[in-house]
């Protein structure tokens, strides 16, 4: 096999190829493809000579398309091998002829457009030196109108608890860390069933601060910590961490802020054996109560769920950040 440039005789077999990648990875449900159009962009991209095909006497098996762009690096725009080819260097192929093209002309750089959810292309595009410089995102009308029309008022919280009954001890080690501990809205409370917990206005509305919060406390303490956050009203979030190591991860819908990596949907899903040794909870109430989702719908509203998590786990006083209970207080 070999590469070489496409001619107009190509398109029909280029064109049979682009509606199987296609049929591979569909595309997101916002996007209308109009299969004409997209016939004829093929036939431009062809004429325009930065077009490659991946064939041999048998016929084609792959193509590499890009597009050039005044006043902006060329965008390869497709790249497709048919799956019996992969792996043997056609798609390397393909883009390094795409690459020695654009150099001839003078140019130093190709961009490239991939689908967030295509984690196998963008793994690949990665290896061969592409980084991303900007994000693409697409929200649907309905949920923008929802969370950011006048009026709407999104509830977020945080609180952290360490798996220690001397409360005096937490709130020193806290106050080394945060020196507005005792200062309004920011405190500590417990112990409650063998938990102290700790609240801080940051740690509502930054799960960054939480993070770093939570880790520091474990580290210094050496100690087993539980952050847990109601976030927008829509999202739970867990952060486990023993002697400041993170051990597990939880959100309740793993794509709500944006798409990601088959693995790290996997990596938001709560561990019940990690959570079950560290807290004693009981796994198989765990993994009923701390499930995730596509979308916030198709679980119980958050701050039910959040209660539900902090339940299951023992741990009392979650979630009430900013305006949490006073000492003793049911939660």
Known sequence: MSVRRATADDVPAIWALWREFEQEVPPPGHVHVDQQVELEQIREIVASGLAFVHADDSGVEGFALARTRDGAAPLLTDLYVVPSSRRRGAAAALVAAVADAVADGGGRHLEVEVMASNADARTVYQHWGFREFMVTGVASVDTLR?????GRH???????????????????????????????????????????????????????????YARELSERMGAVVVALALELDEVVRLIALDRGGIVDEYLSVPEFYGSLPPGDVIGLAANPTVLARLTGADPAAVRAIARTAATPAELPPAPELLSGIAAVLGIEGAGYGFVGPADGEAS
Request: aromatic share 8%; glycine share 10%; proline share 9%.
């Open 146 to 150: 929802e969370r950011v029309s006048p």
């Open 154 to 212: 999104s509830v977020s919280f945080g609180s952290i608890h360490v798996q220690n009954d001397d409360r005096g001890w937490v709130e020193k080690t806290a106050r080394e860390f945060a020196p507005r501990i005792g200062s309004p809205g920011s405190r500590v409370e417990g112990p409650r069933n063998g938990w102290s917990s700790v609240y801080d206005p940051v740690v509502d509305t930054d799960p960054n601060a939480m993070l770093r």
